[in-house]
């Protein structure tokens, strides 16, 4: 805390010194004074406004609220076999699964660290396809227990937690080493994930390299955004 009031004091100074030397160069260049004092406090605010965007944490994305079902979706529901309470368990939780989801992906992408991760293992991928499988599927809801209630709500919480610290303007040598630990962690998430997915899809193909390569071509074909997806 007192690390970051004094960084703060520290980015005031440097704004102010700022604001005065643009006045005096301004000055020299004969410019108005009060015109020169002018551009001297936007320069000044920005530079400050600059500092505190980028110490601030990434937003978490707002949870979509569950819609109705529509009558063509619960008529897919029952088809499948599911009862009202089925469909209503089922999809709260798609629904919490989605959130999540995105919130991965709001976090994966914010450093170059976890999106390195998330290209080595295909994770934002394979969630994603996953998630649609599922969708599609809602009688094997069951087969997937440890990808929504174990690996997807662990990634979620490790990635929040990594940009977190991530965020801290001062690292010492035990933040690295727990960095280092959370990135080897979410990277063994990763491939649980990716085990999640072999598991759901092992009837269908049973290569990884494929499964991947499959991935990516639906994704392509279908979108990659899963938001609109109905549930």
């Known amino acids: 805390m007192k690390k970051k009031t004094s960084n703060n004091l520290f980015i005031l100074l440097l704004a102010g010194i700022t604001i005065v030397v643009v006045v005096l160069l301004l000055g020299a260049l004969n410019v108005n004074r009060t015109l020169s004092i002018i551009i001297g406090l936007v320069i000044g605010a920005g530079l400050y406004a600059t500092y505190l965007k980028r110490q601030a944490p990434p937003q978490k994305k707002k949870a979509q609220d569950l819609k ?57 991928h394979l969630i994603k396809v996953l998630f649609k499988d599922i969708v599609n599927e809602p009688e094997r809801l069951h087969e997937v227990d440890q990808f929504l209630y174990v690996h997807l709500p662990s990634l979620a919480d490790l990635t929040d937690k990594y940009v977190t610290i991530n965020q801290h303007q001062a690292k010492s040598k035990q933040t690295f080493d727990v960095l280092e630990k959370s990135a080897q962690t979410i990277d063994d998430v990763c491939e649980q994930i990716a085990g999640d997915y072999m598991k759901f899809r092992s009837t269908d193909i049973s290569d990884l390299a494929d499964e991947v390569e499959l991935a990516k071509r639906r994704l392509n074909r279908e979108g990659s955004s899963i938001e609109d997806d109905e549930i």
């Open 68 to 124: 109705p079902v529509s009558d063509e979706r619960e008529k897919f529901y029952q088809s499948r076999g599911l009862s009202n309470e089925d469909i209503d368990f089922f999809r709260d939780t798609m629904n919490n699964a989605k959130n999540q989801i995105l919130q991965i992906e709001e976090n994966m992408t914010h450093t170059g660290k976890l999106r390195a991760i998330a290209n080595r293992n295909n994770t934002l």
